[in-house]
């Protein structure tokens, strides 16, 4: 399996939008209160241009076919970061490339002083809440700061 894990490009914005998109679509996600319909998810290079955020994207076999971020969101802890926007196409899924691409997030929140990562997901999004799950992440009872997805009914969070 031919991976590269790189920092997002301007070039790429089109094309995750497009995958964040899809990935919603045929979970049954895609709807007002998520990322679906949030304007910087066709923005994604200049969000990322934000202090303290990276976004990371993974080529397959030369192909764009998602990515993973952090981003330092309004009204988290101390110390805390939100894993955002990990969406891998239907033919990335289930070749670790997600767990891949979270832990060298992980790494990179890490250079940044981060000592704990949160995250909103929906239970739609079955499969990426069982990666969660097995990466160590646990359940919290109310969300973090505000990120404006108030479909997210799903909260975890992991210390680094």
């Known amino acids: 399996m031919d991976l590269v894990i790189r920092p997002i490009q301007q070039k790429d914005n089109l094309h995750l ?23 910087t998810t066709d923005a994604l290079y200049e969000l990322f241009q934000t202090p ?19 981003f330092p969101t309004h009204g988290l802890p101390n110390g805390c970061t939100e894993i955002v926007k990990l969406y891998l ?8 490339i997600g767990k891949r691409l979270i832990e060298a ?38 969300p973090y700061g505000n990120s404006g997805h108030f479909a997210c009914d799903l909260w975890m969070s992991k210390t680094l």
């Open 52 to 70: 303290k955020s990276h976004y990371l994207v993974a080529e397959l076999e030369g192909k764009l076919v998602g990515g993973c971020g952090i």
């Open 105 to 142: 997030i992980f790494q990179l929140a890490k250079t940044e002083n981060y000592t704990e990562v949160y995250l909103e997901t929906l239970p739609e999004l079955h499969i990426a809440v069982g990666l969660y799950e097995h990466m160590g992440f646990k359940y919290l009872e109310q």
């Open 89 to 96: 196409s239907e033919n990335a899924r289930g070749k670790g």
């Open 17 to 39: 939008a497009n995958i964040i998109r899809e990935v919603l679509t045929q979970f049954g996600a895609n709807k007002p209160g998520t990322v679906f319909t949030d304007p």
